[in-house]
Structure formats: C-alpha cells, structure tokens
C-alpha cells in the first residue's frame, strides 16, 4: 500500500530558526500533498495543499511567508517554518493519496518544539 | 462551509461493550465519509470509508460504519471493544466539490478498561 515517511519526527528549535520538514510518497507518486497541524486534544487543522511544480495553495489565517512549502518533485514536499517562535510548537502531519477513492496516508507526523 | 462534528470528546468502555461514536458533517451535497483512527503514538490510520453503494461499511479490526444521509450522519460502531482499541478517533468528510481536502471532526478519545 502506499507509503508515506515524514522526517524529522521529532525535532527542538530556538526560537528565531528556522525548521525544515520533509514528506515522502516512497511507493507512489503523489502530485498533491497536503500539510495538516494538529494541537494537543485537537482535530488535525489543514495548512496548506503542496502542489508538485506550482505555488502551494494556504488555507485562511496560515501565514505563507512563515510556512514555507515546496513540492519540488513528485515524490516530496518540504515544509520549512521560518522564524520559529513558541507558538509554533505543535504537531505537523502531511499526507498524500494515490486518488481520492483510495482514501488518504498520512505521515508519522512531526513534534516541532520551539524553545 | 463543510463542519464536522462528533458527539464526545471522551468516552470510557470496559472491554467487550459496544462501542458507537458519532459523527455529523453539514453539506448537503455529495460527500465521501472516511474514519481514521491514531493509536498511542502513532500514525492516523485508515478505518474504513465510504463512497457509495451499500451505506453499511465495513472496515477493518471488527469496526463498521453506517451511513444515513437523512440525517448526515455516519456512526462508528463495534459490537466489542477491547483494550487494544484505546486510541483517537477521527471522522473525515470530503466533499464533491472541496477537490481532494478532508474536513476533519475534532476527535474522540476511546479509552478502554481492562
């Protein structure tokens, strides 16, 4: 079945660095990815749509300067965040589909703790 | 816009009892129904999902779904949980015409008691 592998799955910053986070399709490839943020005892919250060669599509009150994405191959999206502040910490997940009908595979996900 | 909800935030079973989680969404349109779970420390997982045909679902680990449009409802059920099934639960919805995004309901968190 598909595959997909998310990297780092844990990872603690300074605050004012900056994170990358690397998605994998490793089976499949996958010319949307998407990107979810998940609070503690919360729903996932999606943050973006990475499509493979063109601008990443966010959604409203995700500020794109600060997520920066970039789907650069059809086998992996990248998730940077910039200037990483307290507020950042929290649980990034990303997740790709081989079709809609196929139901989605989502990554381990990523602790980012920003210090 | 799509919202997603399900009835409990906790819910508290002891082994072998039934188990049924709700799950409503609000679009009147065509709707793809999914149910992921996320054991402890790990991935979400895919349950089971439904598109079409029979509203009854199946999925795997004993864990079905019915869906009732009347209502835009599709429950979660087990005839007997097990202590194995303490985890998150999530409801999913994608719309027909929402392209390829999942609305996600906030969760419930099944704990079950040995």
């Known amino acids: 079945g598909a595959v997909v592998s998310q990297h780092p799955s844990w990872v603690i910053c300074k605050s004012g660095t900056s994170v990358k986070i690397e998605c994998r399709s490793l089976?499949?490839?996958?010319?949307?990815m998407f990107w979810y943020r998940q609070f503690p005892k919360q729903s996932l919250m999606l943050m973006a749509t990475?499509?493979?060669?063109?601008?990443?599509?966010?959604e409203q009150g995700v500020e794109k300067d600060k997520f920066l994405i970039n789907h650069a191959s059809l086998t992996l999206s990248t998730l940077t965040v910039t200037s990483a502040h307290p507020e950042d910490s929290s649980f990034y997940i990303c997740?790709?589909?081989?079709?809609?009908?196929?139901?989605?595979?989502f990554g381990s996900g990523t602790r980012l703790t920003v210090v | 816009a799509q919202s997603v909800s399900q009835h409990n935030h906790h819910v508290i079973l002891s082994e072998a009892a039934s188990l049924e989680l709700g799950c409503n969404y609000s679009y009147g349109g065509t709707v793809n129904l999914f149910w992921y779970v996320q054991y402890p420390g790990q991935h979400l997982q895919l349950l089971l999902k439904y598109f079409s045909g029979d509203p009854l679902v199946k999925g795997i680990k004993g864990f079905e779904a019915e869906f009732i449009k009347s209502k835009f409802s599709f429950n979660l059920r087990k005839p007997s949980v097990q202590w194995s099934d303490t985890a998150e639960y999530f409801c999913?919805?994608?719309?027909?015409?929402?392209?390829?995004?999942?609305?996600f309901g906030p969760g419930t968190r099944l704990s079950v008691l040995p």
């Open positions: 997740s790709a589909s081989l079709g809609v009908f196929d139901g989605y595979t």
């Open positions: 089976d499949f490839q996958a010319t949307t």
């Open positions: 999913a919805v994608n719309a027909e015409n929402y392209g390829q995004n999942f609305v």
């Open positions: 990475s499509n493979e060669g063109s601008k990443a599509t966010y």
